[in-house]
């Protein structure tokens, strides 16, 4: 792999520009992004953008949307939160597999925990997928380097997780 020049794109709410390092292989000559785990791909706003939104989504499932707190477009908004909810059904499988096998020893599920259902509301699914992704994050971070982790990190690895088990990165379809 050999850098093959850069771009530029916004990262909302920041005002600055970002430059984006291409990288190509010499083998097959393909090109790919490096984007820093702040950036989701195909996307102008930060992950941190996403991570106010699903949990004021969680901590106000009815008032969420009149929250001045709110700095993307309502459609947007509505847009991401049923992608991810879409995404989270997917995903909890893979999750649960992937805690049992860090901590066989530990049950993922509770007795009240079943597979969601598609009527199950956005809330419940998006709460499963965090509360599951933090279990599992916590879980590789003790295994990976006995550090605490950092919640705003807790995006980006699910970010990665979700590419990596499924194929599909967070909110790209």
Not at 15 to 43: D, H, W
Not at 125 to 147: D, G, W
């Amino acid at each position: 792999m050999v850098r093959w020049g850069y771009y530029t794109r916004f990262a909302l709410p920041l005002k600055e520009v970002i430059r984006i390092q291409r990288i190509r292989c010499n083998s097959c000559g393909r090109t790919t992004n490096v984007l820093p785990s702040f950036l989701l791909a195909y996307r102008s706003y930060t992950v941190k953008t996403l991570k106010d939104l699903v949990a004021l989504f969680i901590a106000h499932p009815h008032a969420w949307s009149k929250s001045p707190e709110i700095i993307v477009d309502m459609s947007t908004a509505y847009r991401w939160l049923r992608t991810l909810k879409q995404q989270a059904s997917e995903a909890l499988p893979a999750i649960r597999k992937a805690l049992l096998d860090l901590a066989p020893e530990h049950p993922v599920m509770a007795p009240s925990d079943t597979q969601p259902e598609p009527a199950t509301s956005s809330r419940v699914i998006l709460e499963h997928l965090l509360t599951l992704t933090e279990r599992l994050f916590k879980a590789a971070v003790r295994l990976a380097e006995n550090n605490d982790p950092h919640t705003d990190d807790l995006y980006c690895f699910l970010n990665h997780f979700l590419a990596h088990q499924t194929g599909k990165a967070l909110l790209v379809r």
